[in-house]
């Protein structure tokens, strides 16, 4: 699947790579003239180590995701990473002060309530009956 996926982005962005490549490390070469310490000041190999260090960093996302998924199950898995969308959104709010508006406070509520009431069916289901 990787190989046809590249072929596929070849097929397709092969035509604007080159200008986008360029305008990226004329952008760069301004930031850097401006301030060396800038966020925006990087080379083309900062690019380049950037764009590897992100497809290891999901490969090895993808290899504990089905790890963790064969562990404790797809459902249970899927529950879990619902709760965790909503965990990251809810903590951004919190943590750059943004106001969720009342359908996201409403919609994390019942995610959560929805993650809670799972977890407690699973543990009542495996008490054992007396």
């Known amino acids: 699947s990787a190989i046809w996926t590249l072929f596929v982005v070849l097929g397709t962005e092969a035509s604007s790579f080159q200008d986008t490549w360029t305008h990226t490390l004329e952008e760069a070469e301004k ?10 000041c990087f080379t083309a190999n900062d690019i380049i180590f950037n764009v590897v260090m992100s497809g290891v960093a999901f490969y090895l996302y993808n290899e504990f995701a089905f790890a963790f998924t064969a562990m404790v199950g797809a459902v249970t898995s899927s529950v879990l990473n619902t709760l965790k969308r909503v965990i990251i959104i809810v903590a951004t709010a ?11 406070m409403i919609g994390s509520g019942i995610a959560i309530t929805g993650v809670l009431l799972y977890s407690l069916a699973g543990q009542f289901a495996k008490k054992p009956e007396s």
């Open 31 to 40: 930031a850097c003239k401006k301030d060396a310490a800038s966020a925006g």
């Open 94 to 104: 919190a943590i750059f002060g943004e106001v969720m508006d009342k359908n996201a």
